[in-house]
């Protein structure tokens, strides 16, 4: 099936409770979201370097190399690594890209983590101001109009993709194992997808003609199941969520690749968070 043969929107979800299952799924998330070590509690973003350098909300001396994140503790500091308590110096060794390690700090967690290349530190506190005040994400009401089908196509083989980051400067490589197919108000369109949390599944990023009018105008999110033995799947753009730079300017999240910037309104899924339009009015 060629782009031009994609399907129509089409609501494959008639069931009557629909309205409710997407309440029951988005509550999960907003619960998830609001995890007191999650990214709302985000608190810093350090970059490590060979030098070693202190910082103001992280406790040792930190730097980094070929053998990976190195603190130094001082005499009345400590790190609990694997549940043990650490003093002195602790050698965390490399950290894979979009990897990365959680340690209990006095008041929360620090993630030292590996992004575009950098290894990163971001301490995590459940007190952080951004998370006790979230009163949760708005968006438009579900509909089954965005309950599309649509067709995946692979590629011959994985592409390699690079795309832009939330931080300026920063790049994001992925394998794009293929591309989704499928058609709005006759409009055929596709997306490039990267494979997604669960085996078999796929993630795509995009933006549409709401992008930076009613949602989040640098990307969001949508997970899609695993295509069946023809390629066939369903994107439920319902489920459309932010990623964590509409929240906070500590995270590295990518940006979608350009062929990813869809020219219709995708009316459907999250909104532009109330901490960003704050934000950006500031």
Known sequence: MTIND??????????????EEWRRWHRRHEEARADP????????????????QRFPDVPGEWHTGEGGPVVVLGDDEELTV????????HVFGPIAERGG????????????ARRGGHDI?????????????????????????WV??????PFDNPRSTTVGAAVEGLKHVYDAPGR???AVDGVPLSLTAFDGHVPGSLSVLFTDATSGVTTYRANR???VGAPDEQGRLSLDFNRATNLPCAYTDFATCPLPPAENRLPIAVEAGEKTPYERLAADRS
């Open 6 to 19: 994609a399907p129509t929107p089409t609501a494959v979800d008639p069931r009557p409770e629909f309205d």
């Open 148 to 153: 599309l089908s649509g067709r995946f196509v």
């Open 121 to 145: 530190l971001r301490p995590r506190r459940p007190d952080h101001p951004l998370r006790v005040a979230y009163r949760g994400t708005p968006t438009y009401p579900p509909s089954r109009r």
């Open 221 to 223: 999110s949508l997970t």
């Open 180 to 182: 989704i197919e499928f």
């Open 101 to 112: 390690v959680t340690v209990g700090i006095e008041g929360g967690v620090l993630e030292v």
């Open 37 to 52: 070590h999650g990214f709302l509690a985000v608190t810093g973003l350090h970059w490590l370097t060979s030098e070693p």
């Open 82 to 89: 694997d549940d043990q308590p650490v003093r002195g110096r």
